[in-house]
């Protein structure tokens, strides 16, 4: 009952911030309703609204730093991390319907925002040039397998052509392995966002690693 009542008291906590900002991200999607199904990649959900401010201090998020959210989606982490003190927030996103939903929540809230420096970018992150200064990375489980492992690779690239920490926020964080075989990843927290998950299962953790 209890477990009943938590889940139900985020979803209307959830849908009320929503309203109140105008702004549409809560629903899940199967990818093949998007057109852009394929292997190695999931479905569309939004994380938690909470998930970088139970990750993150303002105190250490300077106009120098670059956040960057991989399946960004309708832009639910975008215009949470825009409220940092970010230099540059981007949203990289493949499918057409989304990034045009993440284009309008911006803009209905940009006047809200702290980060005034918003790119939202439609596009398959397998064909995005990674910035070298980007410095902290979101992903919600966007993809899996082969193409994960490519955009750790061009990640871990980055570092070695502009040395710096680069942090990683992974929800649900079914490739860490991968994260971790780079030899360059530590965990540097654990969260559990879900009350009830399964043991050893990665849904419902969210995991931070730092890369040098």
């Not at 909470?50 to 998020?61: A, D, P, Q």
């Not at 899996?144 to 920490?165: C, S, Y």
């Amino acid at each position: 009952m209890k477990t009943t009542y938590a889940r139900l008291r985020r979803t209307l906590g959830q849908l009320a911030y929503e309203k109140r900002y105008g702004v549409r991200t809560a629903e899940l999607i199967e990818l093949d309703k998007l057109g852009i199904d394929g292997e190695g990649r999931g479905y569309y959900v939004a994380a938690s609204w909470r998930t970088l401010r139970r990750t993150l201090s303002r105190k250490e998020i300077t106009g120098r730093d670059v956040f960057i959210d991989f399946g960004s989606g309708m832009g639910r982490m975008v215009l949470e991390a825009a409220r940092f003190p970010f230099g540059r927030v981007i949203g990289v996103e493949l499918s057409d319907e989304l990034h045009k939903i993440a284009q309008d929540n911006v803009q209905r809230t940009r006047q809200r925002l702290r980060c005034r420096d918003i790119e939202l970018v439609r596009t398959d992150v397998l064909e995005y040039e990674i910035p070298d200064d980007v410095s902290v990375v979101f992903f919600n489980n966007p993809f899996q397998g082969p193409v994960f492992t490519t955009v750790i690779e061009r990640l871990v690239a980055t570092l070695d052509r502009n040395p710096r920490e680069l942090k990683i926020i992974y929800y649900n964080p079914v490739e860490e392995q991968t994260i971790l075989a780079t030899g360059r990843a530590a965990i540097t927290r654990r969260l559990v966002h879900a009350r009830r998950r399964t043991a050893g299962s990665p849904f419902g953790l969210t995991k931070v690693f730092l890369l040098r």
